[in-house]
C-alpha cells in the first residue's frame, strides 16, 4: 500500500507524482546536457513511429498523412529543433541593470524548473497540443505528467506508448488516456498547462487554486475574420478556405466566421465556393468528426439556416464544407464556438459598427484581417484585443516557435511555442549580489530630515 507523508493513501496518479517530485529534488533533470538528451531521444521515439502516428490520426481524425505532417508533427520537431538550438542560452543567468539602491551589485535573473509539471491536453491535434508544452517543459528542467484526451484514442494510447518506451515514469509519465480529470488533479503540481474548451478550463483553474499552484489556460473562442473592400478577394478566399476546412474546422484558431464588407460580399461568396468546390471535395482526405456526439451538434446547427455545401457522411462522421451566406450576429450558429466545417458569412457597411459588434462578445483565441488598407489594419491591432492571429492570412502565427501563442481573458491565459515556453515552465529568480567593498550609509538609520533631503535629490519628488 502506498501512502504520503502523512498516512493517506495514494492513488496511481499520485505515487507517480511523489515518484517524480524525488526524482526532481535529487537534481537529475537540472543539467542542460540531460534537458539535451531528453529532447533528442523524443526527437528520435518520434522518428521511429511517423507511420503510426499519421494511421492512428487518420484512425481518429480522417487526417491525410500530408495534413498529419503539416500540423502535427513538423511543428513539434521545430518546437524540439528550437529548444535544442537554445536552451544552453535561456539557461544561463541573464544580468539585468542595477539600481540606486542595489549600487554597487550585480543583478541577475535565473530560470529555474518548477518541478512537477501537468499537461494536459485535447483531441483535435492530439501530438502537437501534447508534445509542443512538453518541449518547453523538458527544456526548462521539470519533471512531467501528460493527460492525452478519450475522444482521440488511437492517437492518445499510441503518445502513452511512446512517452512509456523513451522515459522512466520517474520523469515524464503519460496517464492512461481514459483516467478521469479528477483522479489526474488529485495530487498537487508545481505548474498545470491545460488545452482546451473555456468551461473545463474554469474547472481546472478552480483546482489549481487550492494549491496556488500556476496555470497556462489555452482555450477557444470565436475568432473572427474580415474582409474588406481593399482584400485581394481571391486570395482571401483561398486562405479562409485553407485555415476553416483545415482538420474539419475542429481548430482552436479557426476562422470561426467571416465578416465581410457589403461591396465585396458578393465576389468574395463565388470566389469561396469556387475555391471549395476545386480544393475541397468531401473525399477520402477530407477530416471527419471527432465523434458522433460532435458530428450531431454540428448537424443541428446545420438546421438552423440556409447553406451552401453541407454534404454529409452519417456513416464516416463527414460533414463537408458548410457556407451560411446570409448570417447575423443573433443567429444560433453565433452562440458558441463552432470547431467545425461550417462558415457564417456576416456583411457589414462599416468596419468600426462590426468592430464593435465583436467587442460585445468574450476576448477571441484569434483574429485576421484581409485588407490592403494600413489604417484598417491599425484600427483592427489597436481597436480589438485577441490572443494572435494575421494580416492577409490566417493560422500561420501558431506554426512560428519564434512568437508566443496564446489567448486573453476568456480564450486563455499564459503563453508556450520556443523561448516562451521554456520561459512559462520556469520561474523566474531575481538574485542580487552586492559588493562588499563599499556600504554606502543612506539606507541605514537615523531617518533624519537630512536624509529625507538626500533621497528626494536621488529619486525626484516634491
Known amino acids: 500500500m502506498n501512502v504520503d507523508e502523512g498516512g493517506k493513501n495514494m492513488g496511481p496518479v499520485e505515487k507517480i507524482v511523489a515518484e517524480q517530485r524525488e526524482f526532481f529534488r535529487r537534481g537529475t533533470t537540472r543539467p542542460v546536457a540531460h534537458r539535451r538528451e531528453a529532447l533528442k531521444k523524443l526527437r528520435g521515439a518520434l522518428?521511429?513511429?511517423?507511420?503510426?502516428?499519421?494511421?492512428?490520426?487518420?484512425?481518429?481524425?480522417?487526417?491525410?498523412?500530408?495534413?498529419?505532417?503539416?500540423?502535427?508533427?513538423?511543428?513539434?520537431?521545430?518546437?524540439?529543433?528550437?529548444?535544442?538550438?537554445?536552451?544552453?542560452?535561456?539557461?544561463?543567468?541573464?544580468?539585468?541593470?542595477?539600481?540606486?539602491?542595489?549600487?554597487?551589485?550585480?543583478?541577475?535573473?535565473?530560470?529555474?524548473?518548477?518541478?512537477?509539471?501537468?499537461?494536459?491536453?485535447?483531441?483535435?491535434?492530439?501530438?502537437?497540443?501534447?508534445?509542443?508544452?512538453?518541449?518547453?517543459?523538458?527544456?526548462?528542467?521539470?519533471?512531467?505528467?501528460?493527460?492525452?484526451?478519450?475522444?482521440?484514442?488511437?492517437?492518445?494510447?499510441?503518445?502513452?506508448?511512446?512517452?512509456?518506451?523513451?522515459?522512466?515514469?520517474?520523469?515524464?509519465?503519460?496517464?492512461?488516456?481514459?483516467?478521469?480529470?479528477?483522479?489526474?488533479?488529485?495530487?498537487?503540481?508545481?505548474?498545470i498547462l491545460f488545452t482546451g474548451s473555456p468551461g473545463v478550463g474554469k474547472k481546472i483553474m478552480k483546482v489549481a487554486s487550492e494549491n496556488l499552484t500556476p496555470v497556462t489556460l489555452e482555450l477557444g473562442g470565436k475568432s473572427p475574420c474580415f474582409v474588406d473592400e481593399t482584400a485581394d478577394i481571391a486570395l482571401a478566399a483561398k486562405r479562409i478556405a485553407w485555415g476553416k476546412f483545415l482538420n474539419a474546422g475542429q481548430t482552436c484558431i479557426s476562422v470561426d466566421y467571416v465578416l465581410v464588407h457589403r461591396q465585396v460580399k458578393g465576389d468574395f461568396l463565388e470566389a469561396l465556393k469556387g475555391e471549395i468546390e476545386k480544393n475541397y471535395p468531401m473525399d477520402e482526405s477530407f477530416p471527419k468528426i471527432i465523434n458522433k456526439k460532435h458530428f450531431q451538434r454540428l448537424k443541428a446547427l446545420m438546421g438552423t439556416e440556409e447553406y451552401w455545401g453541407g454534404a454529409v457522411d452519417e456513416a464516416a462522421n463527414k460533414i463537408g464544407p458548410t457556407i451560411f451566406p446570409n448570417s447575423n450576429f443573433s443567429r444560433e450558429i453565433m452562440k458558441e464556438e463552432i470547431f467545425g466545417p461550417i462558415l457564417p458569412i456576416i456583411e457589414y457597411d462599416h468596419l468600426d459598427e462590426a468592430m464593435a459588434r465583436v467587442r460585445e462578445g468574450e476576448k477571441p483565441l484569434a483574429c485576421y484581417l484581409f485588407s490592403r488598407s494600413g489604417e484598417h489594419q491599425k484600427k483592427i491591432l489597436e481597436g480589438l484585443s485577441f490572443g494572435g492571429g494575421c494580416i492577409n492570412d490566417v493560422i500561420l502565427h501558431i506554426s512560428n516557435d519564434k512568437l508566443p501563442f496564446g489567448g486573453v481573458g476568456n480564450s486563455g491565459m499564459g503563453h508556450y511555442h520556443g523561448r516562451y515556453g521554456f520561459d512559462t515552465f520556469s520561474h523566474q529568480k531575481a538574485v542580487v549580489k552586492s559588493a562588499t567593498f563599499l556600504d554606502l550609509p543612506f539606507r541605514y538609520k537615523p531617518f533624519n530630515d537630512k536624509k529625507l533631503a538626500l533621497l528626494r535629490k536621488l529619486y525626484g519628488g516634491k
Not at 502516428?53 to 491525410?64: P, T
Not at 529548444?83 to 544561463?92: E, H, I, M, T
Request: hydrophobic content about 40%.
Open 47 to 191: 522518428a521511429r513511429y511517423e507511420e503510426e502516428i499519421m494511421e492512428a490520426l487518420r484512425l481518429d481524425l480522417g487526417k491525410s498523412p500530408s495534413e498529419s505532417y503539416m500540423t502535427e508533427l513538423a511543428m513539434v520537431y521545430s518546437e524540439i529543433k528550437t529548444a535544442l538550438r537554445g536552451v544552453n542560452k535561456w539557461s544561463r543567468p541573464q544580468r539585468k541593470g542595477q539600481s540606486l539602491a542595489t549600487f554597487p551589485s550585480v543583478n541577475t535573473v535565473h530560470s529555474e524548473p518548477y518541478g512537477v509539471v501537468l499537461i494536459m491536453a485535447p483531441w483535435n491535434y492530439p501530438f502537437y497540443l501534447t508534445l509542443a508544452p512538453l518541449v518547453g517543459a523538458v527544456a526548462a528542467g521539470n519533471c512531467v505528467v501528460l493527460k492525452g484526451s478519450r475522444n482521440s484514442p488511437h492517437s492518445s494510447g499510441l503518445i502513452k506508448r511512446i512517452v512509456d518506451e523513451t522515459f522512466g515514469a520517474e520523469y515524464i509519465h503519460c496517464v492512461d488516456p481514459d483516467v478521469a480529470y479528477e483522479e489526474v488533479l488529485a495530487p498537487r503540481y508545481d505548474y
